[in-house]
Nanobody
């Protein structure tokens, strides 16, 4: 069964940190560009970050640049999103997506083949 499973979400105070994980099963992430998206209540889904499979290049939306770091561990078939200096406006459901393409299109994968079910991140005092 092919699936992506996100984990690591939760409630954190402003200025805090979380690390999200995106674990793949049924396929190997080595050949996929992997992206993180988020969707806040009442808003459209937006891209957050992407990591290519070709050379591990990373890309970020301006809103998270300098605070979030995307990385991949192909041995564990997992991609991570380290989120630091979290703000209330980062509150959203975060999704990972896999595109069978070596490259990102800006800071998002162009045509994801697989999506995870999402994990909730809430930043509040």
């Amino acid at each position: 069964q092919v699936q992506l499973v996100e984990s690591g979400g939760g409630l954190v105070q402003p200025g805090g940190s979380l690390r999200l994980s995106c674990a793949a099963s049924g396929f190997t992430l080595d050949y996929y560009a992997i992206g993180w998206f988020r969707q806040a209540p009442g808003k459209e889904r937006e891209g957050v970050s992407c990591i290519s499979s070709s050379d591990g290049s990373t890309y970020y939306a301006d809103s998270v640049k300098g605070r979030f770091t995307i990385s991949r561990d192909n041995a564990k078939n997992t991609v991570y999103l380290q989120m630091n200096s979290l703000k209330p406006e980062d509150t959203a459901v975060y999704y990972c997506a896999a595109d069978f393409d070596a490259y990102c299109s800006g800071y998002v994968p162009l045509r994801p083949d697989y999506w995870g079910q999402g994990t909730q991140v809430t930043v509040s005092s």
